[in-house]
């Protein structure tokens, strides 16, 4: 295999959320009768369940009018909305952020991702990466020719916090990581890293000199009244620190292609260059959504939250009751992330079962990390009802194939 078809060939997009339609055909051991019921698709959230932002459509159309102006803005983004949205996330977060120096609008968290990994790490540098964690973390750390190297998280055991092993994450550090990338809320077990473990995480990068970008794409969906710390608020930081964050989940805008990143004056120049050469800019037109981002009408957030938490709860004490099952549930988001008893399938195939007899879509565990291999995620921002009787569908399922 050339050094090019191998570098695509860790690039699969079979278990993408909204690609489970290009799976290769494969002989499925089938048993049993297909469960009747409504057709949910885990893989991402129901943006008909929880429609997008109150005037996300109007300021779209508003800046369709204006023109070549909104059309054509700079590569970084439109001088007054990056302006007005320095403004509020420095409120969101507790960070200074500089209009002109320290953000950069991007297509969507995922493009900023990808303009942040290839601006801070290089071919032939050690990346960290939490397990498990976004699946594009480790993907696009390996296209830009980088090592991963995985950071365990025993999520499971720990109440208070994410269960990042930190003594390993030293250990990385100081054997020569150049860059270190995590969610936060973690994507796919919704667990929200504590206030320490975040100046932990801050402090060792700061001694090691390594770099650090944190997606913060579900902070404002946070659950139970918990804290959440953001890590670009503290005073010690490394030099090159990013934050990405975005409207597209949590208030259902991700047809628009909304991102954000700040940080490092050095890193975000970087990201624009990049930038230039790949999109040129954040969809112009979709810019002008940015405008109604934390300017939701009064209770709407707070309702949203509401309404996943009881999702979350129901689908905890379904999945609970189930021996062999164990799920931490969610501090934030809209992600769950059960463990299932040994199967006679791997997890890989029971997602494809699951697909093929039970009309639910669910995401592999080892999409994740490679140790994953008993876990599936869901999303379950979704309509309440079809979530439920989805879960219990996969569950019959999964008595089906009990090893």
């Not at 302006?83 to 200074?96: M, Q």
């Not at 501090?331 to 199967?343: E, T």
């Amino acid at each position: 295999m050339d050094l090019l078809t191998e570098k695509f060939s860790r690039l699969g997009v079979d278990n993408a959320p909204g690609q489970e339609s290009l799976q290769k055909k494969s002989t499925l051991h089938l048993i049993g009768e297909k469960l009747p019921g409504t057709v949910v698709d885990f893989s991402h959230g129901d943006v008909d369940a929880f429609p997008p932002l109150p005037g996300s459509l109007e300021a779209f159309t508003e800046g369709f009018q204006v023109g070549g102006r909104q059309a054509y803005t700079e590569y970084r983004g439109k001088k007054t909305m990056r302006e007005e949205l320095a403004e509020k996330l420095t409120a969101f977060t507790g960070a200074s952020i500089d209009p002109v120096k320290n953000i950069i609008l991007t297509p969507g968290t995922q493009g900023a991702l990808f303009l942040a990994i290839g601006s801070m790490a290089a071919r032939g540098d050690r990346v960290a990466i939490v397990e498990p964690d976004y699946f594009a973390n480790r993907k696009l750390a390996e296209f830009f020719e980088c090592t991963p190297v995985p950071v365990p998280m025993h999520y499971f055991e720990s109440k208070d916090g994410s269960g990042i092993d930190l003594t390993y994450l030293e250990q990385v550090f100081k054997e020569g990581c150049r860059l270190f990338l995590f969610s936060n809320p973690n994507n796919p077990t919704g667990a929200v890293y504590s206030s320490d473990e975040v100046k932990q995480i801050a402090a060792l990068a700061k001694k090691y000199g390594v770099s650090l970008i944190v997606d913060e794409l579900y902070s404002r969906q946070i659950f139970d009244g918990r804290d959440y710390a953001h890590l670009c608020a503290l005073d010690e930081l490394p030099d090159e620190m990013v934050t990405i964050i975005g409207p597209s989940k949590t208030e259902s805008l991700s047809g628009f292609r909304l991102g954000v990143a700040f940080g490092s004056e050095t890193v975000i120049t970087r990201m624009e260059k990049l930038q230039a050469i790949v999109s040129l800019r954040c969809a112009g037109y979709c810019q002008a959504v940015f405008k109604t981002w934390f300017s939701e009408p009064e209770g709407f957030m707070a309702d949203r939250i509401l309404a996943h938490q009881k999702i979350r709860d129901d689908l905890v004490a379904l999945l609970r009751q189930t021996e062999g099952v164990s799920v931490r549930p969610t501090d934030a988001g809209s992600y769950l992330f059960p463990k299932l008893p040994p199967l006679t399938v791997s997890i890989d195939e029971f997602a494809k079962i699951v697909r093929e007899l039970a009309g639910v879509t669910i995401t592999p565990g080892t999409e994740f990390g490679a140790h994953c291999t008993d876990s599936f995620r869901v999303n379950f921002s979704q309509d309440h009802d079809a979530a439920v009787d989805a879960v219990k569908r996969i569950l019959a399922i999964m008595e089906r194939y009990r090893a």
